[in-house]
């Protein structure tokens, strides 16, 4: 790989005890820099610490790794980097700590994480309770009673975790959905207490994992130092995403080294806090405590030669439908999925990555439906099913077997019974196997947890047997979120199960190393058959979700200046909102050869 002028300079200039802040906008290689510059920098730590490569999300994290892997592939970077390289997510790291020192945080039992439909059950719950007990502000409560509806979402919002941060660092600190709280702080302190008595008892959303995470690094230094030895270079991708509680522990750590990279075009978390504010806060923090502050800017794209930023080059699709003439609004979405569809058929041999991005989960997963359906015309004729992956979704079998092959490789022990724990900890996360007593979870839950002992208990028995129940309740959890099971996940699936059995027989002879290259292997290979197979990898997921990616061709549906359900309800594109601009921006510099828009007539939402 050819290194540009400005790249070069900045690997020339990197070393120890300094502080960098790379910016540069889509495309000009910043994640990639980031490899690198791990690379260059792998030989100044010892063999106990790691480098930290720190990101957003669970997402962000595979692009990294896999961004790691290619550069390996292409032996620009060292193969042993993979070992010095942790490259993880804020919550994440937050959970190992919270787990490791439970007993520092009073937490009596093995923590769980909820998830996001017991989250939601349990938030429900104590939004009744407070309600009952006459605890919910008077401006949240309608002339009858009820909760106002507009509001609910907010008060949820809070219960699910988001009043202790708030309640800490104050709420106007966290974009519009802390705002919202303004001048409420007794009622943050009420909710943030009933959040500490359940966190007390061993049960966690990620949202609250910061708080405890914060406390613990300021009531134990030697916990602190502890981590500030284990990570003496932290580099951060996306920084102009992160929040202030986020950034508050960075500073603690004060790592020896610190990198940050971002693109202040790209902030598109906003609403939760994001502030391109952090560039000039990271450049007073280092003044007292870095032998340098170096700021460089990357020009060269290496994405495109298009620029997708510009209106001008982007095909736009307007569909034959006026939304406020007779036309009901299902049959406007019906085209933008047909209009969708035609696209992709039409553009299927040309390119090999295709991607639908979308502005909310729920459009996605019904464009998503359609796509893998078989749909008749009343004219006749028909679009074939074809096989997309659906980025994002919590419970995609893609991303999940996926998940599964890197955890196996960030494994310490490799044993089966550990196998078994990842394996059913992945599709059951958060039911920890030993701890959940039938009290604590509702009917619902209690069957999954069965089901997932059951694996567990098969797994250790008889590897391959646990294995093949384990896909069967893959194929479960994948029809209870009503996604159709098609060829693509099918074929992951069984491809994983295939590359699991040899796996497990390669477990009884060879080492560690070896063990991990192989896994390191599969992910590859795996990669590798799914484009091949189905010639084209075609994936739908939100703007959010497409962070850090690029694919060939990108599509974004329904640019409309309306909502995609009604024109009552739901969530639409305001480009007067800057957060809007910036997402619609990372959406266009995802592509790099061509981005088509749809959207309805007179409903452009430029
Ligand atoms: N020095 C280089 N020479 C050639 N190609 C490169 C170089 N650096 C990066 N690339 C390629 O350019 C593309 C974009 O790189 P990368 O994802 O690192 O950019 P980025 O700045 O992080 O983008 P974004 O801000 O959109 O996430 C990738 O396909 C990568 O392989």
Known sequence: MELSKDKEEILNEIDINKCFLITGSAGTGKTTLGCMIGNKLSNKINKNQRILYLTFSNLAKYQISDRLNELIKKNVIDKQLMKIVEVNNYHSLWWNLICRYKGFLNIPEDPILLTDEELEIQSQEELENLKANLKIPSDYITNNGTINKNKKDSLLHILKGSALIYNDYGPENFGENGRKFKGKMDFLNEISNIIMSRNRKGIFSHNETIYWVNKLLLRHPNILSILRAKYPIIIIDEFQDSDIAQWEIIKMIEPKTLIAMGDAAQTIHKWRGADPERFNQLETFSKDIYKAYIHKELI????????????????????????????????????????????????????????????????????????????????????????????????????????????????????????????????????????????????????????????????KKDFIQGLNLFIDLCFKEEKRNSYICDRMTLSCISYVKHKLIIYSNNLINGDLLEKRAIINNIILQYEVICKNKFNSDISVMTVHQSKGREFDFVIIPWFADIPWESINYGYQWDMNNDEHQNLFHTACTRAKKEVEIIYPKNNFAL
Not at 394 to 411: D, F, R, T, V
Not at 444 to 454: E, L, M, Q, S, V
Request: net charge positive; hydrophobic share 30%.
């Open 300 to 459: 060269k794209k290496h994405r495109s030669n298009i620029d997708f930023s510009n209106i001008n080059n982007l095909n736009q699709r307007s569909l034959k439908i006026n939304i406020f003439d007779t036309v009901k609004h299902n049959k406007a979405k019906y085209k933008t999925k047909l209009e969708v569809k035609k696209s992709i058929f039409k553009k299927l041999n040309s390119y090999k990555s295709i991607a639908v991005l979308c502005l909310e989960n729920k459009q996605a997963n019904e464009i998503t439906s359609f796509i893998r359906k078989k749909n008749t015309f009343n004219s006749g004729g028909c679009f074939k099913g074809l096989s997309c992956r659906r980025i994002g979704s919590n419970y995609s079998p893609y991303e999940q077997a996926k998940s599964i092959c890197i955890n196996l490789i960030n494994m310490k022990e490799l044993s089966t019974s550990k196998i078994a724990n990842e394996i059913v900890n992945k599709i059951f996360f958060p039911l920890s196997l030993h701890k959940v007593s039938n009290r604590s979870r509702k009917d619902i839950y209690i069957k999954r947890w069965t089901d997932a002992n059951n694996v567990y208990t098969k797994i």
